[in-house]
């Protein structure tokens, strides 16, 4: 929703370090993809602030790599097609490494909760296997399903955004027309950059509410999703009717 005004602010801010960086952009986006990766793997071991400083590197690098590309003049069409390979295995993997942590951490606080009564039945192997399997369907599946759905809300979207994306460029409406400093136009909607990364600051500080954060976040991608298609809708069809 704020992607295309604050792009202008990411690139004043960053342009003097793009300057001096000896690395290509190609470069800068796979460490950053290397940080997101490492965010993911410290939060499913809940190394939360490990995560938290490495979710901002990768945000920090997600935004330099096309700064540096325009500064030094090296902007290729496979350089932004790596970009957003990488940006959405990130926005995949960080996710499943919240929620891996999120379930060690309420597995705990259960097992802490619970001292009092598990005493009775730690000698009875059934009745501890019961109880255990009833956590898993009462909560650990709840969330698992919530991830999907959050998962599959990306899935949706891509297709959403990029075949949107690819039918503006192809009538002559994309970043041309738009003045957008990415190598594809990225048609606005709810959800964009900025709300993902303030969502996953979101998810990373608070690990316990991270299902309902991510029941949040999933509904929000819908929105946009819809939105988005509504739009389309009316948009290519005064298209469709001007050509004729």
Known sequence: ?????LRFVKETLLLPIARRTPLSPNAVSILGAIAGIACSLCASQGQWNAAILLWALNRTLDGLDGVVARAKGKSTPFGGHLDLVLDFVVYAAVPIGVFIGSLSL???SQEAESDHVMYQVSNKPLLRAIETLVGIQSSDITAGVV?????????????SLF????????????????????TVTMPTSLVEGFETLVMYFAFLFLPSYS????????????????????????FLSSLSMKSE
């Not at 991830?147 to 297709?159: H, Q, R």
């Not at 509904?219 to 946009?224: D, E, P, R």
């Open 147 to 159: 991830l999907g759905t959050l998962i599959s809300s990306y899935f949706v979207n891509c297709v």
């Open 106 to 108: 309420q597995n705990s």
């Open 163 to 182: 075949h949107l994306s690819a039918v503006l460029e192809s009538v002559g409406k994309g970043r041309s027309s738009t003045g957008e400093l990415t």
């Open 211 to 234: 299902i309902a954060l991510f029941a949040a976040f999933a509904t929000a991608v819908f929105i946009s999703i819809i939105h988005r298609t509504t739009w389309a809708a009316k």
């Open 1 to 5: 929703m704020w992607d295309l005004q």
